[in-house]
């Protein structure tokens, strides 16, 4: 497969990762609030023109051309201005956008079908409706990253040999010579492809394990396990010291107060790992996939912080961080990256590939769970807001032996819902002109 094609596939399979993780979400509010008896006529992926429908029952079930989200359409999610009065339409002398809204939302009740209007649920349900949407994002990107992690596992540097030196260099990196003699893994006959299974009598399956065995073997000959072509070998090393560069964790060089590179007498065979990927034990899982999903809670929380710096970026003030905010285009281009980066043969590469794609649709799926966690209509924070402070205000009166205040009126916070829009659509065309400007 060729880098542009593997490229293309991972924003192919991005496109279809986001388009069934609306679906999810939308099918979190349509199932519970058909089963508490809510009126459901649309049910949609995507916005704008209509591309394909078909209705079953009283739902019609479609995809729509815009790809940026979806929705379920429920009847009566306005309450009546005068809940006394459910049949009156709108109260007098209320014009404009909340007026019109609010006799479009009531008009969609059919005569005889008012016990199926949303805003009739008890605070109980309708916390579940709303919340429903919101709680599958949840499950469904905790579940990807554990299958990331525990099934499939992290890019990690494995036991198999990618590069076998041909020889011993006074420096690293450096070519071969005449005088340079041969490296301990070429004297050894080791290969790249092979698997090292044990070293030193020691069972081994990452490549930190293969270096401690090494730095513990010292000069010595040791016999070294090794799986080739699906048969298992012994052959014998013997390491040599040499003076190399001291690495950070991150396969950086350390250096000195004075800018010099630390260097350190070291044994050394000359193979180099195969990129591949490892799991990760089951106990360790549930730290990581925490870690992730609070991770994705502060950077809701602190998202004008987040966008100040995504901002600063594309001007050319300050690098663009990796974690930071990302918009659509950052996101295609992380998923063709992912897809189509270089990383060991066969089926390591596409465990990697595997792995990478998990990853991304996990966080995703946070993200959309931790954005509409935000209490502002028209998210889905907000109606679950609205439902508390009508669970509340209800609460209150029974204790203060006052009638039902009845349901909260949402519609007056249409005009605040819009500008909330508004500012949506701003946020995620600043994100796409840095993911232009300022590339991660």
């Known amino acids: ?94 014009l404009g956008t909340v007026g019109q809204a609010r006799a479009e939302a009531l008009a969609e009740i059919e005569p005889g079908q008012e016990h199926r209007a949303f805003y009739r649920l008890s605070v109980p349900r309708k916390l579940v409706v709303m919340a429903g949407g919101i709680l599958t994002n949840l499950v469904l990107g905790v579940v990807l990253l554990t299958i990331a992690f525990a099934v499939v596992g992290p890019p990690a540097r494995t036991s198999t040999l990618s590069t076998v030196a041909p020889c011993v260099t006074a420096r690293a990196g450096a070519e071969c010579s005449e005088q340079d003699p041969a490296s301990p893994a070429a004297q050894a006959g080791l290969r790249a492809g092979d698997t090292i299974r044990a070293w030193n009598g020691t069972p081994v399956t990452t490549w930190a394990q293969v270096q401690q065995a090494i730095a513990d073997g010292g000069t010595q000959p040791v016999p070294v396990d090794i799986e080739r072509d699906g048969r298992l070998q012994r052959v014998s090393v013997t390491a040599v010291e040499v003076e190399r560069p001291v690495r950070d964790d991150q396969g950086t060089p350390v250096t000195d107060a004075s800018g010099a590179v630390v260097t350190e007498k070291r ?108 209490p502002l209509l028209p998210l889905d924070g907000g109606h679950v807001a609205g439902a508390c402070w009508e669970g509340l205000r209800r609460a209150i009166a029974r204790v203060k032996g006052r009638p039902d205040p009845g349901p909260v009126d949402t519609a007056r916070l249409i005009p605040v819902g819009q500008v909330v829009f508004g500012l949506l659509i701003v946020m995620a065309l600043i994100l796409v002109w840095v993911d232009i400007v300022a590339p991660l």
Request: hydrophobic share 50%.
């Open 1 to 94: 497969m060729t880098q542009t094609l593997a490229y293309a596939l991972g924003v192919v399979v991005l496109i279809i990762g986001i388009g069934l993780s609306v679906a999810l979400h939308e099918l979190g509010h349509m199932i519970p609030a058909k089963r508490f008896g809510v009126k459901v006529p649309e049910y949609f992926i995507g916005f704008g023109p209509r591309v394909w429908s078909i209705r079953r029952g009283e739902t019609e079930y479609g995809i729509k051309a815009i790809w940026l989200g979806g929705y379920v359409k429920l009847v009566g999610m306005l309450p009546p201005a005068d809940p006394d009065r459910p049949d009156k339409r709108s109260r007098n002398g209320e």
């Open 267 to 374: 044994p050394f065979v000359g193979v180099s790992p195969v990129i591949g990927t490892q799991r990760l034990p089951a106990s360790q899982v549930p730290a990581v996939v925490g870690q992730a999903v609070g991770g994705t809670l502060k950077a809701i929380a602190t998202l004008p912080v987040g966008l100040y710096h995504a901002v600063a970026a594309g001007l050319g003030l300050e690098e663009r961080n990796a974690e930071g905010l990302i918009g659509l285009v950052g996101l295609g281009r992380v998923a063709g990256q992912a897809s189509s980066a270089e990383a060991g043969q066969g089926t390591l590469a596409f465990s990697v590939r595997v792995f990478s794609m998990l990853g991304l649709l996990g966080g995703l799926n946070l993200a959309l769970f931790a954005f509409n966690l935000i």
